[in-house]
C-alpha cells in the first residue's frame, strides 16, 4: 500500500521546510534543498532530522 496522496501534499522537510519528494522504492522522503533522505517504515514517514540519510549515502545503500 502506497503513502496517503494528501499526506505527501502536507509533509515539508522538518529542517528547511522545503518541498519532498517521495523515492521510486516509497521507502524515502527526499529533500533536494538538504540532500537528505527520511525514512518510511511501515508506511508512516520518519520526519525526525537525527534520522535523515545523506542521499549519497542512502543511495549507496542501494547497491
Same mark, same amino acid.
Do not use: F, H, R
Given at each position: ?16 521546510? /522545503? ?13 533536494? *534543498? ?25 543511495? /549507496?545503500? *542501494?547497491?
Amino acid at each position: 500500500m502506497a503513502l496517503n496522496k494528501e499526506l505527501l501534499d502536507i509533509l515539508a522537510c522538518p529542517e528547511c521546510k /522545503g518541498e519532498l519528494t517521495l523515492l521510486p522504492d516509497e521507502d524515502g522522503l527526499y529533500c533536494p *534543498k538538504c540532500a537528505v533522505v527520511y525514512p518510511v517504515k511501515d508506511e508512516i514517514p520518519i520526519m525526525l532530522t537525527d534520522q535523515a540519510v545523506a542521499y549519497d549515502d542512502w543511495e /549507496g545503500s *542501494k547497491a
